[in-house]
């Protein structure tokens, strides 16, 4: 038996070789180790690094995220500028107010509490929740998700109310509302503002449902400057939806003040006179307008029949803004830049103008009028078209004719006669295109209308018949299809006081200045002529608006009537300027539908030049004149009355 292990030669070659060399063990090296190590701390660094991050400068992200979902951003309306006249007379200030609304995000996000939602509301502001559901529906499908006013100029108690409700999605803001100083007598010119509506809104992205916006006079002309800029809300509400945290983000900046042209004491007079006249007379509607001819700065304007502009910022008036919509006799329309109308012999004097400076006429000549001009029927000789004066005038010249308001002499020097040719249609409606008709003035004031010039072109394409000289005749004294705005009017006859300066007529001081539409002083000459038969008009017997002759100023006017409706109604004009020497005023008074065959506008520009002289132009003493207003006497002229300071058919010929 063999009791020793066999070596392999391997291990003996192996051990052999190996000799001195072979060890029980090797030592290693520290430097790994050390590697190691510092590569462990960068790691740690970086995590710790990034963990401070993330709670850090992320959780601040993260933080605001979590609040966004709990807060809300409300916009503060701004007070808008206010509303001054040229005295600095307040007509139009502001009020605090408060309103209530209905954040549509909240709603849409709360699922669980959308019924209590709409029960709070329909407890709270009796709206049904079918209703508000349907204007929740229709912002979602638009994505508009701007609030929903629930309710304006609510009391304190119901806002107090509202915040310690917890009900998610309500809350109040507080804003300005319109206060309206003496509403009806200014809101011709003032307008109004109502709540935006979508439109509105779609139309400028910055207006918030809160807002209200001008809708007419100089609050919708003015409305880029009235507006101030919103101020910002952020509001922080707790999971039952009470508000924890309220922060201003930035202030409401107020909207600048409006400086208008209109004297407040003269517009509020003639509110009281034209009013009276109006009643009685038994009519409603007329326009009263007064600028100075030296400008174009308009000191008056008035629309009847009028409103109560504070209607329309009250909710508590919300009921009376729907007749007001509907009423037949459209006390929203601006007559005075809207309204069309034939203007009746107040256009004797351009057609005077325009006579002599065509050589139709000079200022001595003479016409006959038997009360009628007759024109050949060359179908039946045996019977020739009548054309009627209003009455027998004999032989006139210019100023006559104008003093008398004849109409042969101006249907002659027009449409022409056997003994005269006339200018014709052509020459006369570039006159007219001279003295401001056709065009509209301007005047800054939304809705002007341009009125209408007819011609024989026009005429044909409507009718397919050609002009007749009847046609002629019927506008040479403003009737007919020729129409225009009371503004024009007023306008033309300030150009005939002022020797031919056609201004510009404008509304605010604040950014208007003087500006000429057009210069027709080459032609002052003629203009004289027809000044001349307008001051003839005061001072003869024989004039048409004698009955001023008594006032302590002189004055140049011109009256007129239209016949409209198939000549079953008359509208009734008068137009004055004073002093005659250098005229500071100029006012047109029109009634419509006035008593027939009357001169009913004359004794309302009576009394509001004899107030605008002894208060404004200086005159001293008072005579005694009797006022035709109405059988109760005359009307106190010298009272002044402070403003409060708080917050066409073709017509017949019957023409004076």
């Given amino acids: 038996?063999?009791?020793?292990?066999?070596?392999?030669?391997?291990?003996?070659?192996?051990?052999?070789?190996?000799?001195?060399?072979?060890?029980?063990?090797?030592?290693?090296?520290?430097?790994?180790?050390?590697?190691?190590?510092?590569?462990?701390?960068?790691?740690?660094?970086?995590?710790?690094?990034?963990?401070?991050?993330?709670?850090?400068?992320?959780?601040?992200?993260?933080?605001?995220?979590?609040?966004?979902?709990?807060?809300?951003?409300?916009?503060?309306?701004?007070?808008?500028?206010?509303?001054?006249?040229?005295?600095?007379?307040?007509?139009?200030?502001?009020?605090?107010?408060?309103?209530?609304?209905?954040?549509?995000?909240?709603?849409?996000?709360?699922?669980?509490?959308?019924?209590?939602?709409?029960?709070?509301?329909?407890?709270?502001?009796?709206?049904?929740?079918?209703?508000?559901?349907?204007?929740?529906?229709?912002?979602?499908?638009?994505?508009?998700?701007?609030?929903?006013?629930?309710?304006?100029?609510?009391?304190?108690?119901?806002?107090?109310?509202?915040?310690?409700?917890?009900?998610?999605?309500?809350?109040?803001?507080?804003?300005?509302?319109?206060?309206?100083?003496?509403?009806?007598?200014?809101?011709?010119?003032?307008?109004?503002?109502?709540?935006?509506?979508?439109?509105?809104?779609?139309?400028?992205?910055?207006?918030?449902?809160?807002?209200?916006?001008?809708?007419?006079?100089?609050?919708?002309?003015?409305?880029?400057?009235?507006?101030?800029?919103?101020?910002?809300?952020i509001r922080v509400r707790d999971a039952k939806g009470r508000i924890i945290e309220e922060q201003r983000q930035s202030e409401p900046s107020i909207g600048p003040d409006l400086t208008l042209t209109i004297d407040g004491e003269f517009q509020r007079y003639l509110y009281k006179i034209m009013k009276k006249q109006l009643d009685f007379l038994g009519r409603t509607d007329g326009v009263a307008i007064a600028m100075n001819p030296q400008n174009?700065?308009?000191?008056?304007?008035?629309?009847?029949?009028?409103?109560?502009?504070?209607?329309?910022?009250?909710?508590?008036?919300?009921?009376?803004?729907?007749?007001?919509?509907?009423?037949?006799?459209?006390?929203?329309?601006?007559?005075?830049?809207?309204?069309?109308?034939?203007?009746?012999?107040?256009i004797k004097p351009v057609v005077g103008v325009a006579a002599l400076a065509e050589k139709v006429i000079d200022p001595f000549r003479s016409i006959f009028s038997p009360g009628y001009i007759d024109v050949p029927n060359p179908y039946h000789p045996e019977s020739p078209t009548r054309y009627l004066d209003w009455r027998y005038q004999g032989y006139v010249d210019l100023s006559q004719a104008i003093a008398k308001s004849s109409d042969v002499y101006f249907y002659a020097v027009v449409g022409g006669t056997p003994e005269l040719k006339g200018m014709g249609i052509t020459k006369l409606r570039s006159w007219w295109q001279r003295f401001g008709l056709g065009s509209i003035t301007g005047v800054d004031m939304p809705g002007e209308e341009s009125g209408f010039l007819p011609d024989p072109a026009w005429k044909e394409k409507r009718t397919g018949r050609a002009w007749t000289i009847g046609d002629s005749y019927n506008v040479a004294i403003g009737q007919g299809d020729l129409l225009a705005t009371p503004l024009q009017i007023l306008n033309y006859s300030a150009a005939i006081a002022n020797d031919g300066k056609l201004w510009k007529p404008f509304l605010s001081k604040t950014h208007g200045k003087p500006e000429l539409l057009n210069d027709l002083s080459?032609?002052?000459?003629f203009i004289e002529e027809s000044r001349k038969g307008m001051r003839e008009a005061v001072t003869s017997?024989?004039?048409?608006?004698?009955?001023?002759?008594?006032?302590?100023?002189?004055?140049?006017?011109?009256?007129?009537?239209a016949q409209i409706k198939n000549k079953t109604q008359e509208n009734s004009f008068t137009v004055a300027f004073a002093p005659y020497d250098n005229p500071q005023i100029v006012i047109l008074v029109l009634i419509e539908n006035a008593r027939a065959k009357t001169l009913n506008t004359v004794p309302v520009v009576k009394e509001a030049l004899y107030w605008y002289e002894i208060n404004r132009l200086g005159a001293k003493g008072r005579p005694a004149i009797s006022s035709p207003i109405s059988d109760s006497g005359p009307i106190d002229s010298v009272t002044t009355m402070p403003i409060s300071t708080a917050s066409g058919t073709p017509a017949g010929a019957l023409e004076q």
């Fill in 1 to 233: 038996m063999n009791r020793h292990k066999e070596v392999a030669f391997e291990e003996a070659l192996s051990d052999e070789w190996a000799g001195g060399l072979q060890v029980a063990e090797v030592r290693i090296t520290s430097l790994p180790l050390v590697l190691i190590g510092i590569t462990a701390v960068v790691f740690a660094l970086i995590i710790a690094a990034r963990v401070s991050w993330l709670a850090g400068a992320m959780g601040k992200f993260y933080t605001a995220r979590a609040r966004n979902n709990l807060s809300q951003l409300s916009y503060v309306a701004p007070p808008r500028g206010r509303i001054l006249d040229r005295n600095g007379y307040i007509l139009a200030d502001n009020r605090l107010s408060h309103t209530a609304l209905l954040d549509v995000k909240t709603y849409l996000q709360e699922e669980s509490r959308r019924s209590d939602i709409l029960e709070f509301a329909r407890n709270v502001f009796s709206i049904q929740p079918e209703d508000l559901q349907k204007q929740i529906e229709q912002r979602s499908a638009r994505q508009i998700t701007d609030p929903i006013v629930l309710a304006e100029d609510i009391p304190q108690e119901l806002v107090k109310k509202i915040a310690d409700s917890g009900m998610p999605g309500f809350y109040t803001t507080a804003s300005f509302k319109r206060d309206y100083a003496n509403g009806p007598e200014f809101s011709s010119v003032i307008g109004y503002t109502a709540l935006v509506n979508v439109d509105d809104i779609n139309t400028n992205p910055t207006l918030t449902s809160q807002d209200d916006v001008g809708r007419a006079g100089v609050e919708r002309y003015y409305e880029w400057y009235l507006r101030g800029e919103a101020g910002k809300t």
């Fill in 296 to 346: 174009g700065e308009i000191l008056a304007m008035l629309n009847f029949p009028t409103y109560d502009n504070n209607i329309f910022v009250s909710p508590a008036r919300k009921s009376e803004r729907g007749p007001l919509m509907v009423d037949n006799n459209r006390p929203l329309f601006n007559r005075a830049v809207s309204g069309l109308y034939s203007p009746a012999s107040t």
């Fill in 522 to 525: 080459q032609y002052s000459s």
């Fill in 541 to 561: 017997p024989e004039g048409t608006a004698y009955k001023l002759n008594d006032l302590p100023i002189s004055v140049g006017a011109k009256t007129g009537t």
